[in-house]
């Protein structure tokens, strides 16, 4: 059973910084993609980012490209998405999810976590 716990989640003012943890663990990771998506209300889930476990390829969407970097530690089954520069339209619940493609689309991908809220004001 795969399970992934996410957290860092909160409450900052435009500007800042937060880093979301997601620690996975079930079974080894190796050959997934990691994601990161995030959900507003009313709005639909959204793409953000993604990681190659195995190789550490990247990919971000256009509106978090160059504020927000993904990154990973083999050895401690975690993925991490250092958010700089928030702005209060990158409020959400923000969701990790492990996939055996690389892909953006989160159909693809098997297995989510809980979410976490973060709350960026004006």
């Known amino acids: 059973q795969v399970q992934l716990v996410e957290s860092g989640g909160g409450l900052v003012r435009a500007g800042g910084s937060l880093r979301l943890s997601c620690a996975a663990s079930g079974r080894t990771f190796s050959s997934y993609a990691m994601g990161w998506f995030r959900q507003a209300p009313g709005k639909e889930r959204e793409y953000v980012a993604r990681?190659?476990?195995?190789?550490?390829?990247?990919h971000y969407a256009d509106s978090v490209k160059g504020r927000f970097t993904i990154s990973r530690d083999n050895a401690k089954n975690t993925v991490y998405l250092q958010m700089n520069s928030l702005k209060p339209e990158d409020t959400a619940v923000y969701y990790c999810?492990?996939?055996?493609?690389?892909?953006?689309?989160?159909?693809?991908?098997?297995?989510w976590g809980q979410g976490t809220q973060v709350t960026v004001s004006e």
């Open positions: 999810a492990a996939s055996n493609d690389y892909t953006r689309m989160h159909e693809q991908y098997n297995y």
């Open positions: 990681i190659s476990w195995s190789t550490g390829n990247t």
